[in-house]
């Protein structure tokens, strides 16, 4: 059994994509330090999320059935530490938190840590708003600028955001049984600062300090500007009736979004409007003062949560400059061009391929010792003496297939 188990809960947004493809990567290294990161697919812990919250998510949600427990048991079997990572997490309810802190050995002697990763509200809100746009939404900015600040938190997208955001409720949640000194903190730094700044500040919360990692990036959740997100939200108002939810995915959230439109330099950055601004940083200043007086162990700096001057140029995002939309809308077409060429050239290859193979068996129906064997087997078919000397034909010849 685990002696330790470190569980990030999130949030959403603060380097956890990179966080996880480098665990993933490096299981093997991490493995030799006695830290098991368990997962023999990318995705294995975001499912192992879905299920434990039984949370619909593209279909994907039956593939996920019994995620959580297959995971629980590899921890409860692993020695030394495992860590635990995915940033829906966050949003898991109280019920939802027990069962995965007993299937882990809460109460069985395991020392479960539980780790969140926090960024301040100024940069979150509108990153958020673009994962949305991402899975899909057509939700306007102002519509859901407007539904988080509604103090009834009545709606789908207020119920999410609040969800896997509310640091000090999210807290409640996962630490209601556990000690101050098991709930760990990391702050994002504050943008501009060098970029191995957040990975240090992980090391130190996970035990990774001083280990031979591969740090380099396979997957990552990039950001888009200001014109690519407004492309997508627009791409899906006219195609979320016909893309169905396993084809949006590859083609437009990766293919679209995370390859090429995230690629483009010199795009306005998405950033709260500056009406917005005071109210966002008011309410991160509640959560500083709130987990200062918690006690909670701290990596980085409180301070991280009040967020970054408001822009002295608000780009918005809702009435974009229709000529940045129009190169992005150029840059996504010629990607959809070159995938579909490769697309082409994939089906040409297979269909070549295929045209040999079927003159090849044409070829050999044709040669007299195939028609020979062909009536022979049809003749011992006809016989139950026959059909016992084929039997143990194909038994020595180690097939079983009827064309044998």
């Known amino acids: 059994m685990s002696k330790r188990v470190l569980l990030h809960v999130g949030t959403p947004k603060t380097g956890t994509s990179y966080f996880q493809d480098v665990l993933f990567r490096n299981r093997r290294t991490l493995v030799q330090a006695g830290i098991h990161y368990p997962a023999d697919r990318f995705d294995a812990h975001f499912l192992a999320a879905l299920d434990l919250m039984r949370l619909p998510w593209g279909g994907l949600e039956t593939e996920a059935v019994g995620a959580w ?38 109460h069985d002697g395991t020392e479960i840590h539980v780790v969140l990763s926090v960024r301040d509200l100024v940069r979150q809100i509108p990153a958020e708003w673009q994962e949305n746009v991402k899975h899909r939404s057509i939700i306007s900015y102002a519509k859901f600028l407007e539904q988080i600040q509604d103090p009834q938190r009545e709606s789908r997208i207020a119920t999410w955001f609040w969800g896997v955001q509310e640091i000090p409720d999210i807290l409640n949640r996962w630490g209601h049984d556990l000690p101050p000194e098991r709930i760990h903190l990391v702050t994002v730094p504050p943008p501009g600062g060098p ?3 957040l990975w240090e500040r992980f090391s130190e919360a996970f035990g990774l300090t ?25 791409i899906n108002r006219a195609a979320n009736t016909v893309v169905e939810p396993a084809d949006y995915r590859p083609l437009v959230r990766e293919l679209l979004a995370h390859q090429t439109l995230s690629r483009r330099a010199g795009s306005p950055r998405l950033a709260l409007p500056p009406t917005v601004h005071p109210w966002a940083q008011q309410v991160a200043a509640t959560w500083r003062a709130e987990v200062e007086r918690r006690g909670y162990h701290v990596i980085g700096d409180l301070d991280d949560l009040i967020g970054p001057a408001p822009l002295e140029t608000w780009a918005d995002p809702d009435n974009p400059s229709e000529r940045q939309v129009a190169g992005a809308a150029v840059d996504a077409i010629k990607a959809l061009l070159l995938d579909n060429a490769r697309l082409r050239a994939t089906e040409a290859r297979l269909a070549a391929e295929l045209l040999d193979t079927q003159r090849a068996l044409e070829r050999s129906y044709l040669r007299p010792t195939y028609r020979w064997r062909e009536k022979t087997v049809r003749r011992l078919q006809s016989g139950r003496a026959g059909r016992g000397m084929l039997k143990a034909y194909r038994v020595a010849r180690g097939r079983s297939s009827r064309s044998a």
Do not use: F, K, M, Y
């Open 195 to 197: 970029p191995q700044v």
């Open 210 to 234: 001083g280990l031979d990692l591969d740090l380099e990036a396979e997957r990552a959740n990039p950001s888009l500007g200001v014109p690519e997100t407004a492309l997508v939200r627009r």
């Open 69 to 106: 427990d297959r995971l629980a048991t590899r921890v409860r079997r692993a020695s030394g530490t495992s860590i635990i990572s995915h940033e829906i997490l966050a949003t898991a309810s109280r019920s939802q938190v027990g069962r995965a802190l007993e299937s882990l050995g809460h």
